[in-house]
């Protein structure tokens, strides 16, 4: 009788550490619930900026136009025979709007600029994310918890950076936003 070899069973699953593949799915669910709270959030963010921007523009414009409406009065005041009771009213009527527009404009800046803030942050959480999902998924693939705890880290940032939109702490790092933008 002859010996055959011993063959390998094809049919044999290939036996993978579980723990990781547990772990890997885990943060997928968390990172993709993050992400999808994140973008919901950046999408109202940025058409608050954009209404803002809008009303900025307008009121900018409306403060130019009774700036120059004052200007017309101011040179009617002294025309000969101008009637100085009514000039003064009008006079009076356009520096106080035109003060009143200047602080309208400013404050829409303003706005503007503490919803670009949050934005940023909100962005940097998405990038951080899709870092971390694609690390991930990677260290799914060739089975490394190395690569794993890295995603972790990122996620953790963008987790971080995710709440810290939401609860309008002050967590912005200028250097990178800088460089990005």
């Known amino acids: 009788m002859s010996e055959t070899p011993d063959l390998p069973e094809l049919d044999q699953p290939e036996i993978h550490d579980k723990r990781l593949n547990r772990a890997v799915a885990m943060t997928v669910v968390a990172?993709?619930?993050?992400?999808?709270?994140?973008?919901?959030k950046d999408g109202n963010i940025v058409q608050n900026m954009q209404a803002a921007q809008a009303t900025q523009v307008d009121?900018?414009?409306?403060?130019?136009?009774?700036?120059?409406?004052?200007?017309?009065?101011?040179?009617?005041?002294?025309?000969?025979?101008?009637?100085a009771v009514r000039a003064k009213a009008e006079i009076a009527k356009y520096t106080a709007e035109s003060a009143q527009l200047k602080a309208q404009a400013a404050a829409a800046k303003a706005d503007y600029d503490h919803n670009n803030y949050r934005d940023d942050q909100f962005d940097l959480s998405d990038g951080l994310a899709s870092i971390a999902l694609a690390t991930t998924a990677i260290a799914a693939l060739v089975e490394l918890w190395g690569l794993l705890w890295f995603g972790w880290g990122a996620g953790a940032l963008a987790v971080l950076f995710c709440v810290a939109g939401f609860a309008q702490l002050p967590i912005h790092p200028d250097w990178i936003v800088g460089w990005l933008t």
């Open 31 to 40: 990172l993709s619930v993050s992400m999808a709270l994140a973008n919901i």
């Open 59 to 83: 009121t900018w414009n409306e403060y130019q136009a009774t700036r120059l409406k004052l200007h017309m009065e101011e040179i009617a005041a002294v025309a000969p025979g101008a009637d």
